[in-house]
C-alpha cells in the first residue's frame, strides 16, 4: 500500500473551487514533487495535510490509518512538518526562542530551560550545516536565506516522518539550493516522505516521482526517469508545448547599447568593465551578496558610482531612477510588492503610471483614449489573465504581477532592460511565456541584462554570462564556455580556463 494517500479532496472558497476531487499518493523513501501554475491548487492541498486548512470533502490515510486533521497540532502529532514559503519565525524573538518556540522544556517555574534550548539549537545548527548563525541571534538581524534556513531548520528538527517542502528554496541562494536538495534526499534515505513543491524545473528534476495538478486537480503522476521538462510543462498547462527554453539565436550587433568603464563603488563593485551590445541578452551570475545587486542599482540610478556609464556611446549621468529612465533603462525588480507595483492600484493604473506625463493632448489634457489603448494592448501582449484591467494588482497571481511589471516598464519603450531574478516565485507556465518574452525582446534590439540564481535560466536564456565575485566580474563565459558546469564552477570560485575571442578570463578563489 502507498504510504500516504489523499483521496477525493475537495476545498471551496465562496463559489470558488480551488480543489476538485484531487489525489495525491506519496512512498515513504521518495522525493515526491507537486508540479503545477499558480492557483492549480497544490499548496491549498499541503495545508490540508498540515492541518491549517480544512477540506469540504476528502481522506487522508498514512500508513493505512484515516487521519483526522483539523489543526495544525493534528499533523504534528501525526509526524507531518511543513516548511511555507512565508516565514512563521518570530522576528524579535533569538533563533533559539524561535527554534523550540512552544515546545520547549519547562522549570519548576513555568519558564522556559533557556541553556538546554541554546545547546539543543547549536546541535540543530551543527546537524544541518547551518554556519555564520548563532542561537543567541535575534532572527530580524539575520539576512533572507539565513531566516529561512532557520525556518526549514525548526520543522526538520522534529524528525518528522512526512516533510512538506512548499516553495521552501524562493529565497535560498544556488549554493543553499543545494544544501536543501542534499537534506531532502538525505531524509528520503532514512526512508522518509519529502513532498517538494517548487517553481524551478531543475530542482523538480531531482525528485523520484513528480505529481501534476491543473486547475484544482491531479491530471498525472510522472517517475523522474520517464519524463522530460516539455512533457512535464505540458501537462501542466493542458497544451502541447514545442520546448521549455525558446530557441536561441543570438540577435547581437557591433553597437554597444550600455558600457562601464572602471565602475567603482565602494566595497560593493571593483574596476567593473562591461559592454552590453544591441539586442543582445547578457547573464548576471553570482553568489548572494557578490555585487550583483549594487550594479542593477547603480544602473537604475539608485546608487552613483565612480567610473564612466555610456548609452549608445554617450556618457550620461543617472543621479536618480527618473535620470534612469530618461536615458532608456527600464527594471524589472527583485520585488514585485514593494519596487516593482502600487500592490492597491489597478492593473491599468499601474501600467498607466509611468506615461501619465507623456501623454497628453495639446500638451495638457491627459490622452485618455491612447492611455486605454496602452493598457488594452499590453494585457493583450503580454498576456495577463484577468477579466479587466480594473482589477487590483494583489487579486493577482505572482505571475500574472510580472506580466503587469512587463507591461508597465515597456510602455517607456527602453532601449536597455534590467532584469533582477524576474522569475522568482513564479509558476513554471509563466517562465515559459517570460523566456520567450525575453528572446523577442532581443529579436527586436532591446538589449537586455538578465540576473537569475537559476543556472540553467542563465545558460539557456542568454547570450553571454559573467559570474560576480567580491564586486568584481570574475569570469565570462560565451558559446561553447557556456554550460552548468562551467557556471557552477565559477561560483564556488574554481579555476575555469575559457578562451573568448582570443582573451582569457579566469575565476580564481581570490577574485
Avoid at 530542482?203 to 491531479?218: A, K, L, P, V, Y
Wanted: aromatic share 6%; proline share 3%; net charge neutral.
Amino acid at each position: 500500500m502507498t504510504d500516504l494517500v489523499m483521496k477525493n479532496i475537495s476545498k471551496f472558497f465562496g463559489a470558488v473551487q480551488a480543489l476538485a476531487d484531487a489525489n495525491f499518493e506519496a512512498k515513504f523513501g521518495e522525493v515526491h514533487a507537486l508540479l503545477g501554475e499558480n492557483g492549480a491548487g497544490k499548496s491549498t492541498l499541503m495545508k490540508i495535510l498540515s492541518g491549517t486548512m480544512q477540506p469540504n470533502k476528502g481522506e487522508i490515510y498514512l500508513k493505512g490509518k484515516q487521519l483526522k486533521i483539523s489543526k495544525p497540532h493534528d499533523a504534528v502529532v501525526n509526524g507531518i512538518g511543513t516548511v511555507y514559503q512565508e516565514l512563521s519565525l518570530v522576528p524579535n524573538l533569538t533563533v533559539s526562542e524561535n527554534m523550540f518556540l512552544n515546545t520547549g522544556e519547562l522549570t519548576w517555574f513555568q519558564t522556559i530551560k533557556k541553556k538546554e534550548n541554546i545547546l539543543k539549537t547549536k546541535a540543530v545548527l551543527e546537524q544541518f550545516a547551518i554556519d555564520g548563525v548563532k542561537p543567541t541571534d535575534i532572527v530580524k538581524n539575520l539576512s533572507l536565506p539565513f531566516r529561512q534556513m532557520i525556518e526549514i531548520a525548526k520543522v526538520l528538527a522534529r524528525n518528522p516522518e512526512v516533510i512538506v517542502m512548499d516553495e521552501a528554496t524562493s529565497a535560498l541562494s544556488d549554493d543553499k539550493v543545494q544544501w536543501l536538495l542534499k537534506i531532502a534526499r538525505g531524509f528520503a534515505e532514512k526512508g522518509k516522505i519529502v513532498i517538494f513543491i517548487s517553481h524551478r524545473m531543475s530542482e523538480i528534476r531531482t525528485c523520484d516521482r513528480i505529481t501534476i495538478f491543473r486547475s484544482g486537480t491531479d491530471v498525472g503522476v510522472r517517475k523522474n526517469t520517464e519524463t522530460n521538462s516539455d512533457e512535464l510543462v505540458s501537462m501542466m498547462l493542458g497544451r502541447k508545448i514545442s520546448t521549455y527554453f525558446p530557441q536561441k539565436t543570438d540577435h547581437s550587433m557591433e553597437d554597444a547599447a550600455l558600457e562601464m568603464r572602471n565602475i567603482n563603488l565602494g566595497n560593493l563593485l571593483k574596476d567593473i568593465n562591461l559592454t552590453l551590445k544591441k539586442g543582445m541578452v547578457m547573464g548576471v551570475g553570482g553568489l548572494a551578496g557578490q555585487g550583483q545587486s549594487a550594479l542593477f542599482q547603480v544602473l537604475s540610478g539608485v546608487l552613483q558610482p565612480s567610473g564612466e556609464i555610456l548609452i549608445k556611446g554617450k556618457t550620461v549621468k543617472m543621479k536618480s531612477p527618473y535620470q534612469s529612465q530618461n536615458c532608456g533603462i527600464g527594471l524589472i525588480p527583485e520585488d514585485r510588492g514593494s519596487q516593482g507595483l502600487i500592490m492597491s492600484l489597478s492593473i491599468g493604473e499601474n501600467i498607466q503610471l509611468p506615461v501619465l506625463g507623456k501623454m497628453k493632448k495639446f500638451g495638457v489634457f491627459t490622452d485618455t483614449k491612447r492611455l486605454k489603448y496602452l493598457v488594452k494592448s499590453s494585457m493583450e501582449r503580454f498576456a495577463v489573465k484577468a477579466p479587466n484591467e480594473d482589477i487590483i494588482a494583489t487579486q493577482l497571481s505572482g505571475g500574472n504581477q510580472q506580466k503587469v511589471i512587463f507591461a508597465k516598464v515597456l510602455a517607456l519603450l527602453p532601449e536597455v532592460i534590467l532584469m533582477f531574478d524576474c522569475t522568482r516565485g513564479v509558476d513554471v507556465g509563466t517562465k515559459v511565456e517570460i523566456f520567450n518574452m525575453v528572446r523577442e525582446l532581443a529579436k527586436n534590439n532591446h538589449s537586455i541584462l538578465y540576473y537569475s540564481t537559476d543556472v540553467e535560466e542563465l545558460v539557456n536564456i542568454c547570450d553571454k554570462v559573467f559570474i560576480m565575485h567580491d564586486g568584481k566580474i570574475s569570469a565570462m563565459l560565451e558559446e561553447e564556455n557556456l554550460s552548468n558546469e562551467n557556471i557552477i564552477l565559477a561560483l564556488m570560485g574554481e579555476k575555469i580556463q575559457d578562451s573568448i575571442k582570443g582573451d582569457d578570463y579566469v575565476a580564481s578563489k581570490n577574485g
